[in-house]
């Protein structure tokens, strides 16, 4: 049913319901969004604006799921090029609404297909990171042909001033991408 909703890369002029959908990806699930809900709130409009206008950025893309009807925003992925562990686009910033998830609705599909896109005109694989027992993210990234590669990082979030914690991991996943 993607025909309901609208996929578009976001602009600055978004910032609001970047936010929103954000504040609301933080309380969810604050592993999904890397940051603290406390540490979400006190961002900025300054902050808020840079993070919406990912969409238009030259390294980078954030790609949202409207409700056509409603013009609630019910999804975003974003990805960039390259981190810490290499050059090769990374996605990130992956989140649905809970009311909004699952196959029948389709907007994770449709967002990795925008995000997929994107990253086949900057590289050959696209990489992610993952929380390792999050089993519903793992199967959908597995059935997009996403694999494990065998590398794991501590999960930090963001406004938590307590080391990465060791026993909490992130898992890589990649998958190869045609041009």
């Known amino acids: 049913m993607a025909q309901l909703f609208l996929i578009r890369t976001t602009t600055e002029d978004d910032w609001e319901r970047v936010r929103e959908l954000r504040i609301e990806n933080a309380t969810d699930n604050p592993i999904s969004y890397g940051a603290t809900s406390e540490f979400t709130l006190r961002m900025?409009?300054?902050?808020?604006?840079?993070?919406?206008?990912?969409?238009d950025g030259p390294d980078s893309t954030s790609v949202a799921a409207i409700e056509r009807v409603s013009g609630r925003?019910?999804?975003?992925m974003s990805a960039q090029h390259g981190d810490v562990d290499g050059v090769t686009p990374v996605l990130t910033g992956v989140y649905v609404s809970p009311d909004f998830r699952g196959r029948r609705h389709g907007i994770a599909d449709a967002l990795l297909e925008h995000v997929v896109d994107w990253a086949a005109r900057r590289g050959s694989t696209l990489r992610l990171y993952v929380y390792e027992h999050a089993v519903p993210a793992m199967r959908f990234y597995s059935?997009?042909?996403?694999?494990p590669t065998?590398?794991?990082?501590?999960?930090?979030?963001?406004g938590d001033r307590r080391p990465g914690n060791q026993t909490m991991r992130l898992l890589e996943m990649s998958r190869a991408l045609q041009p």
């Open 150 to 158: 065998g590398r794991y990082r501590p999960l930090q979030l963001l």
């Open 143 to 147: 059935r997009q042909g996403f694999h």
């Open 44 to 55: 900025t409009e300054s902050d808020w604006r840079l993070r919406a206008k990912r969409g």
């Open 73 to 76: 925003w019910v999804g975003m």
